[in-house]
């Protein structure tokens, strides 16, 4: 097979490879690799314990570096076993193209261009998810895996199931939890998590139904890709973005935070205030435990300023604890009557607080409501005084 000596130099300079996983993909395997073949020779191909004509086809492809699975093991683990290969052969970037046809070698220039762009990129091929032939359980599968990956990074792309991908191997995590389909997601996530730009280059996309086959297995695998997002879901909210928001506000420090995240946001006045009120409504109630969660959910729910509302969440931070409670069950007095009494004062155990549990927590939905609303109209009236003062200026 000939090569385009241009490309191939190309792909040399950058030591790429390209892995093809494969698994019961005989009908256009041989068709995928000869595309593949005219771009470069050094290609990983991953057979995933096929039992169709795939290992006859590969005999006359002796020349490729091959991992034969003795059982399927997933398309995750084929790719993780590719990497593995890749590295051992000392290469730096892996080029991902699914067998079954529906990708264009052609497009492997789009991804080297886009490298020599960005060299810490992770690309993934944005298909055409609207032309015809195109299956609705793949066009709302890439919908719903677009959601979710914005939910738990930040970062809005239009095709997060592509497999026809270039991934920076030195910089993506070493080492995932899962192995199947599953995986295309893990690794995307966690790779922005890493910090590592996740962004989409047009691609071509073929849906011939003669001849693809798909190994999506709908229910099992749409809940095993469910069962993922609600982890990569809870390390995010609970671990995450708090993280991310502490090294920030420790990076810019308190008083630049406040200038930069409050005052000088784009956001209007009124969405920060309700940020503001959103966040110390959700510190002072008692969701202990759930607070970082909610305020995060509630925030991105409700269209609001995700790091106000956070900083404003920890107004119940330890030295304000003391007073939070005494004024919950203070407040919760006048409301729910005790046969026992407490006898408020700073003196106060926890069992005193669990005796009176219903005082306290009809008291601390109370106070919260009560300082959600004068925060969030003392945030309202300063930032409009503020913004009248600078336009005066």
């Given at each position: 097979?000939?090569?385009?000596?241009?490309?191939?130099?190309?792909?040399?300079?950058?030591?790429?490879?390209?892995?093809v996983?494969?698994y019961?993909?005989?009908?256009?395997l041989?068709?995928?690799?000869?595309?593949?073949?005219?771009?470069?020779?050094?290609?990983?191909?991953?057979?995933?314990?096929s039992?169709?004509?795939?290992?006859?086809?590969?005999?006359?492809?002796?020349?490729?570096?091959?991992?034969?699975?003795?059982?399927?093991?997933?398309?995750g683990?084929?790719?993780?076993?590719?990497f593995?290969k890749?590295?051992?052969l000392?290469?730096?970037?892996?080029?991902?193209?699914?067998?079954?046809?529906?990708?264009?070698?052609?497009?492997?220039?789009?991804f080297i261009a886009?490298?020599?762009?960005?060299?810490?990129?992770?690309?993934?091929?944005?298909?055409?998810?609207t032309q015809?032939?195109?299956p609705?359980?793949?066009?709302?599968?890439?919908?719903?895996?677009?959601f979710?990956?914005?939910?738990?990074t930040?970062?809005?792309?239009?095709?997060?199931?592509?497999?026809f991908?270039?991934?920076?191997?030195?910089?993506?995590p070493a080492?995932?939890?899962?192995?199947?389909f599953?995986?295309?997601?893990e690794?995307?996530v966690?790779?922005?998590?890493?910090?590592?730009?996740?962004?989409?280059i047009?691609?071509?996309?073929?849906y011939?139904p003669?001849?693809?086959?798909?190994?999506?297995?709908?229910?099992?695998d749409?809940?095993?890709?469910?069962?993922?997002?609600?982890?990569?879901?809870?390390?995010?909210?609970?671990?995450i973005?708090?993280?991310?928001?502490?090294?920030?506000?420790?990076?810019?420090?308190?008083k630049?935070?406040?200038?930069?995240?409050?005052?000088?946001?784009n956001?209007?006045n009124?969405?920060?205030?309700?940020?503001?009120?959103?966040g110390?409504f959700?510190?002072?109630?008692p969701?202990?435990?759930?607070?970082?969660?909610?305020?995060?959910?509630?925030?991105?729910l409700?269209?609001?300023?995700k790091?106000?509302?956070?900083?404003?969440?920890?107004?119940?931070?330890?030295?304000?604890?003391?007073?939070?409670?005494?004024?919950?069950?203070?407040?919760g007095?006048?409301?729910?009557?005790?046969?026992?009494?407490?006898?408020?004062?700073?003196?106060?155990t926890?069992?005193?607080?669990?005796?009176?549990m219903?005082?306290?927590?009809?008291?601390?939905f109370?106070?919260?409501?009560?300082?959600a609303?004068?925060f969030?109209?003392?945030?309202?009236?300063?930032l409009?005084?503020?913004?009248?003062?600078?336009?005066?200026?």
């Amino acid at each position: 097979m000939s090569t385009s000596f241009l490309e191939t130099a190309r792909m040399d300079q950058f030591k790429i490879c390209v892995i093809v996983p494969t698994y019961n993909n005989h009908k256009t395997l041989k068709r995928v690799l000869d595309s593949v073949l005219h771009y470069t020779p050094n290609v990983i191909v991953v057979n995933d314990g096929s039992t169709d004509s795939t290992a006859q086809i590969l005999e006359a492809y002796s020349h490729l570096v091959q991992i034969h699975h003795s059982k399927n093991a997933g398309k995750g683990m084929a790719i993780r076993n590719g990497f593995k290969k890749a590295l051992d052969l000392n290469y730096e970037y892996a080029i991902t193209i699914d067998s079954d046809g529906q990708h264009f070698a052609s497009d492997i220039p789009t991804f080297i261009a886009a490298l020599e762009t960005d060299a810490d990129v992770l690309l993934i091929g944005s298909r055409n998810m609207t032309q015809e032939n195109v299956p609705k359980k793949s066009s709302f599968g890439n919908k719903f895996s677009n959601f979710w990956f914005w939910f738990e990074t930040g970062n809005k792309l239009e095709d997060t199931q592509s497999g026809f991908r270039l991934y920076p191997l030195q910089k993506i995590p070493a080492s995932y939890f899962t192995k199947k389909f599953e995986f295309e997601i893990e690794v995307i996530v966690r790779s922005a998590w890493k910090d590592i730009p996740v962004k989409n280059i047009p691609v071509q996309v073929l849906y011939d139904p003669e001849e693809r086959v798909s190994h999506f297995r709908p229910f099992k695998d749409f809940t095993r890709i469910s069962i993922l997002n609600t982890v990569l879901v809870t390390i995010a909210l609970f671990y995450i973005k708090p993280r991310k928001f502490i090294l920030k506000l420790k990076k810019k420090g308190l008083k630049k935070f406040f200038l930069e995240n409050v005052l000088e946001s784009n956001d209007s006045n009124a969405r920060k205030s309700f940020s503001i009120a959103l966040g110390v409504f959700i510190g002072i109630c008692p969701f202990w435990g759930f607070q970082t969660i909610l305020v995060l959910f509630l925030a991105v729910l409700l269209k609001l300023n995700k790091a106000i509302a956070f900083a404003f969440s920890n107004v119940s931070f330890p030295p304000f604890i003391p007073f939070i409670i005494y004024g919950s069950l203070k407040i919760g007095s006048y409301f729910i009557t005790s046969d026992k009494p407490l006898i408020l004062s700073m003196d106060m155990t926890l069992a005193d607080i669990q005796k009176n549990m219903m005082q306290y927590l009809v008291g601390s939905f109370i106070l919260a409501a009560f300082m959600a609303i004068l925060f969030g109209l003392t945030a309202y009236l300063l930032l409009t005084l503020a913004s009248n003062l600078k336009h005066k200026k």
